[in-house]
Every structure is written in structure tokens, then in C-alpha cells.
């Protein structure tokens, strides 16, 4: 037997009301905040990824699905969506628009990661990108869409946690100092983060390693090394946050596992995930349009894991849509009539089924309130030669006689309230 890849889930009929549900959730928030959508390919040249998301970052390193196309170009499985979105950005020469670029995205994305609950190697992320703005107010529109978005599906124990990541000048006068303390304790360290030190110093900050933690606990913060006007679009995201009545957390440890953010990052998490307490994360990203070859354009945006959503979910917020009518035909005539009233109904907009299994009425009987059918329509040879046919409530067992041209109408009133 062939089965499924390992960290690749199927995602069954009894869950996809479910994803829908939070997909249409998703659509309608990205709407209200004026993002529409963009479709961007599942593979790409592989150095796209490297140059955007950092050569030295595990997903790099170690993440992703790469495979040489037929004539050598290398090429990958999208990790993320913001290498992408932004490719497609200069690409289209979005840049020259004069209205704010603002996209969203819903789709799967490959990491190569070990698989647990909520960690899988095919996920799915719902992303927004906002380009061209370097106003604070943009990062408080792309973090609050996230938060109401969240909120609205009445996910539990919601935490915003951020933290500013400076500019790269920032960076560059912090990280010598981060570094020369980090090489003071080197022997307190894991091997990744020992190697970290040199290759990407700022993980070290969120490595889990309860030891890593602990010689950390008092490195220099990089919150405490902003230059004033860092500092100043930094409180200007948290006073409006507050504004907004939207409660967060500043976590200096917080640094990202990508290397394009800069000035503002943060993630949303839950206690109720486990180890893998993100349910969506993001940031300001002002120099990667131009280190992919764009015009300088500041940009920032977000990405949440569906599965994760899917997880917290509570059972009772996914609305049940139940088969409306179910058509027990049986006899030749009957079956005959039968036909011809599924396609009228369905032509009416209806959802309407039979199964060609059964062929008694009993058998249909059992089949429809298997089915969950709302009603049933009775209809055998003596039926289709009255011309009418009994409508049987499945719940309450109320039975009606409807001659058959009127079903669809009769239907369309009971159900569709026309
Ligand atoms: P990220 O933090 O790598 O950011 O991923 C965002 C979210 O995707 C995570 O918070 C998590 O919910 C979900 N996720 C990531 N990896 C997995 C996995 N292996 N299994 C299940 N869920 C996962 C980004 O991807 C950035 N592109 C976000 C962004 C957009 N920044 C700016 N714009």
C-alpha cells in the first residue's frame, strides 16, 4: 500500500467545513483592511529564497524542498510567502502604482521540519504583504488584522508578543556587543547555538535550550540599542496598539527565524499549542524589495498557520451544513421521475441527492437520514403517475403531498426562506 508522505496531511471531508470556515474568516478580514488577493507559484528558483530568508536560518540551512529542474536550475518548494509575493512585486513593476499595494495569500507552504502537533512539512499559511508605506500605522493595521482575525474565531489565550529589531545601522553597532558577550559564556551553550554565535547570533536569543535561556537571561537587549528614529516608530506601533485597545507584550528575545525583518516584529502565540506556540507571525521587512533588485520600498506583513488555527479551533464556532433534500426513487417510473425532479432541484439552486444503491423505499429511508438530509421526497410508480409525491420531514416525520413541477418552488421556501 502507497501511503501519504510523512509530516503531509490529508486534509478529510469531516475538516474541510472547518478550513473553510477559517479561510472565508481570513478572506472577509483581509477585505475590510483593503488587502486583496494575490496567487503566487508553489515553486521558485532556489536562490530567491536564500538571498531573501537568509542563507544562515534554519530554513535555509536545513528546510527546504529543493530539486534540480531538467535542465540544472535549481529550483524549491516555497517555504514562505513573502519571497515570493515580493518577487511578484518587482516583477509586475507594482511599485509604480500609486495606490498602496496591499496583498493577502492563502496556500500550502514545504518545510523539511520534524513533524508534531501543529508542525507539519506541508502546512498552510493565510499572509499579508504591505508595500510602500513606512508609516507605523501600517505595521498596527497588518498586526490588529491579524489579532481580530484571531479573536473573531475565538481562539483561546492569545498573546501578542513583539519587540524591535531596529535598523540594519542598529544592528550593526548591537551585534558586536551581543557577540562579545555571547563568546563569554560560550561553554554554557548547545552546539547549534555555539555555531549560532558566529553564523546568526541573534537566534541565540530564542533558542528553548533551557540552559541557552538561562545564559541569556542578562545579554545586552537590542530593544535597549535603538537609534531615536527606531525608537520612535517603535512607540508609535505601541501607543497605537494601546489605542486600539489591542494588548501586547514586549519580548526582547523575540528575533524571528528570517533575516529580512527589521524595526518592528512580533508573533501571536497560545498556551494552548504546546512547543509550537505560534499561531501567526511577522514584521517590518523595509530593505527586501531592493535586495532582491526593486526600488527601495518599505514593506511589512504577517503569516498564520493554519493547522494551528484549525487545532484551537472551538467545535461549536463551525456552522453545520446539513444536505437539504434527499429523492427516494424507486419503480421504474419512479426512478424515471426521480431523475428528472434531482435536476430540477438542483437547477433551482437546491442541494439535492439519492444514492443509486438503494432501490426500496426502505433502503432510501436509511440512506437519507444517514445522509442528514433535511427532507425527503417520496416517489414511487404510483407517485409519478398521480404526478405528485410525498415530502417527508426527517426530523419530525411530518409528511406533505406536493405534485412534482411545484418541488423546486416548494423547496426553495421552506429552505431558502424565497
Ligand atoms: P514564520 O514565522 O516562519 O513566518 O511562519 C508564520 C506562521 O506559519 C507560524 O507562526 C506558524 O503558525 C506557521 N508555521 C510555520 N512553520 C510551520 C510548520 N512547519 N507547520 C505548521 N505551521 C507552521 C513567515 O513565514 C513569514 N513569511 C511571515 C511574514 C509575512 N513576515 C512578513 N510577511
Given at each position: 500500500?502507497?501511503?501519504?508522505?510523512?509530516?503531509?496531511?490529508?486534509?478529510?471531508?469531516?475538516?474541510?467545513?472547518?478550513?473553510?470556515?477559517?479561510?472565508?474568516?481570513?478572506?472577509?478580514?483581509?477585505?475590510?483592511?483593503?488587502?486583496?488577493?494575490?496567487?503566487?507559484?508553489?515553486?521558485?528558483?532556489?536562490?530567491?529564497?536564500?538571498r531573501s530568508i537568509g542563507a544562515a536560518t534554519?530554513?535555509?540551512?536545513?528546510?527546504?524542498?529543493?530539486?534540480?529542474?531538467?535542465?540544472?536550475?535549481?529550483?524549491?518548494?516555497?517555504?514562505?510567502?513573502?519571497?515570493?509575493?515580493?518577487?511578484?512585486?518587482?516583477?509586475?513593476?507594482?511599485?509604480?502604482?500609486?495606490?498602496?499595494?496591499?496583498?493577502?495569500?492563502?496556500?500550502?507552504?514545504?518545510?523539511?521540519?520534524?513533524?508534531?502537533?501543529?508542525?507539519?512539512?506541508?502546512?498552510?499559511?493565510?499572509?499579508?504583504?504591505?508595500?510602500?508605506?513606512p508609516d507605523p500605522?501600517?505595521d498596527?493595521?497588518?498586526?490588529?488584522?491579524?489579532?481580530?482575525?484571531?479573536?473573531?474565531?475565538?481562539?483561546?489565550?492569545?498573546?501578542?508578543e513583539i519587540n524591535s529589531l531596529g535598523t540594519t545601522a542598529d544592528r550593526a553597532a548591537y551585534l558586536p556587543i551581543l557577540i562579545s558577550f555571547l563568546r563569554s559564556r560560550i561553554?554554557e551553550f548547545?552546539?547549534?547555538c555555539r555555531r549560532r554565535i558566529e553564523t546568526n547570533p541573534l537566534r541565540v536569543l530564542d533558542c528553548?535550550?533551557?540552559?541557552c535561556r538561562?545564559a541569556t537571561e542578562d545579554a545586552p537587549q537590542l530593544v535597549s540599542h535603538l537609534s531615536p528614529e527606531a525608537k520612535s516608530h517603535f512607540d508609535d506601533v505601541l501607543?497605537?496598539?494601546?489605542?486600539?485597545?489591542?494588548?501586547?507584550?514586549l519580548n526582547p528575545r523575540l528575533v524571528r527565524g528570517l533575516d529580512y525583518y527589521c524595526l518592528t516584529a512580533f508573533e501571536?502565540?497560545?498556551?494552548?499549542?504546546?512547543?509550537?506556540?505560534?499561531?501567526?507571525?511577522g514584521g517590518r521587512y523595509d530593505g527586501l524589495v531592493e535586495l532582491l533588485?526593486?526600488?527601495p520600498t518599505p514593506a511589512v506583513?504577517?503569516?498564520?498557520?493554519?493547522?494551528?488555527?484549525?487545532?484551537?479551533?472551538?467545535?461549536?464556532?463551525?456552522?453545520?451544513?446539513?444536505?437539504?433534500?434527499?429523492?427516494?426513487?424507486?419503480?421504474?417510473?419512479?426512478?424515471?421521475?426521480?431523475?428528472?425532479?434531482?435536476?430540477?432541484?438542483?437547477?433551482?439552486?437546491?442541494?439535492?441527492?439519492?444514492?443509486?444503491?438503494?432501490?426500496?423505499?426502505?433502503?432510501?429511508?436509511?440512506?437519507?437520514?444517514?445522509?442528514?438530509?433535511?427532507?425527503?421526497?417520496?416517489?414511487?410508480?404510483?407517485?409519478?403517475?398521480?404526478?405528485?409525491?410525498?415530502?417527508?420531514?426527517?426530523?419530525?416525520?411530518?409528511?406533505?403531498?406536493?405534485?412534482?413541477?411545484?418541488?423546486?418552488?416548494?423547496?426553495?421556501?421552506?429552505?431558502?426562506?424565497?
Amino acid at each position: 500500500m502507497i501511503k501519504g508522505i510523512k509530516g503531509v496531511k490529508d486534509i478529510l471531508p469531516e475538516d474541510t467545513p472547518r478550513w473553510r470556515f477559517i479561510e472565508e474568516a481570513a478572506r472577509r478580514w483581509a477585505d475590510r483592511y483593503g488587502f486583496v488577493e494575490i496567487r503566487i507559484p508553489i515553486f521558485e528558483v532556489t536562490t530567491l529564497f536564500a538571498r531573501s530568508i537568509g542563507a544562515a536560518t534554519d530554513i535555509v540551512e536545513k528546510e527546504m524542498y529543493t530539486f534540480p529542474d531538467r535542465d540544472g536550475t535549481s529550483l524549491t518548494l516555497r517555504p514562505e510567502g513573502t519571497a515570493g509575493t515580493v518577487r511578484s512585486f518587482i516583477e509586475h513593476n507594482r511599485g509604480a502604482d500609486p495606490v498602496p499595494q496591499k496583498y493577502f495569500y492563502i496556500g500550502p507552504m514545504f518545510r523539511h521540519e520534524r513533524p508534531q502537533a501543529g508542525r507539519l512539512r506541508q502546512f498552510h499559511q493565510f499572509g499579508v504583504e504591505y508595500f510602500g508605506t513606512p508609516d507605523p500605522k501600517a505595521d498596527v493595521d497588518v498586526i490588529s488584522l491579524l489579532w481580530r482575525f484571531l479573536s473573531e474565531l475565538a481562539l483561546p489565550d492569545l498573546t501578542l508578543e513583539i519587540n524591535s529589531l531596529g535598523t540594519t545601522a542598529d544592528r550593526a553597532a548591537y551585534l558586536p556587543i551581543l557577540i562579545s558577550f555571547l563568546r563569554s559564556r560560550i561553554g554554557e551553550f548547545c552546539d547549534n547555538c555555539r555555531r549560532r554565535i558566529e553564523t546568526n547570533p541573534l537566534r541565540v536569543l530564542d533558542c528553548k535550550v533551557p540552559g541557552c535561556r538561562a545564559a541569556t537571561e542578562d545579554a545586552p537587549q537590542l530593544v535597549s540599542h535603538l537609534s531615536p528614529e527606531a525608537k520612535s516608530h517603535f512607540d508609535d506601533v505601541l501607543s497605537t496598539l494601546a489605542v486600539l485597545g489591542i494588548p501586547s507584550r514586549l519580548n526582547p528575545r523575540l528575533v524571528r527565524g528570517l533575516d529580512y525583518y527589521c524595526l518592528t516584529a512580533f508573533e501571536i502565540t497560545s498556551s494552548h499549542l504546546g512547543a509550537q506556540n505560534a499561531v501567526g507571525a511577522g514584521g517590518r521587512y523595509d530593505g527586501l524589495v531592493e535586495l532582491l533588485g526593486g526600488p527601495p520600498t518599505p514593506a511589512v506583513g504577517f503569516a498564520a498557520g493554519l493547522e494551528r488555527i484549525a487545532m484551537m479551533l472551538p467545535e461549536k464556532s463551525v456552522p453545520q451544513s446539513l444536505p437539504s433534500v434527499y429523492v427516494a426513487a424507486f419503480g421504474s417510473e419512479g426512478t424515471q421521475a426521480g431523475a428528472r425532479l434531482l435536476d430540477a432541484l438542483r437547477q433551482a439552486g437546491l442541494s439535492a441527492q439519492t444514492d443509486y444503491r438503494a432501490t426500496t423505499l426502505k433502503g432510501h429511508l436509511r440512506q437519507a437520514d444517514r445522509s442528514g438530509s433535511r427532507f425527503a421526497v417520496l416517489l414511487g410508480d404510483d407517485e409519478a403517475k398521480s404526478g405528485s409525491a410525498v415530502v417527508r420531514n426527517m426530523d419530525s416525520k411530518a409528511q406533505d403531498t406536493v405534485a412534482l413541477p411545484d418541488l423546486p418552488r416548494y423547496f426553495l421556501s421552506l429552505i431558502k426562506g424565497f
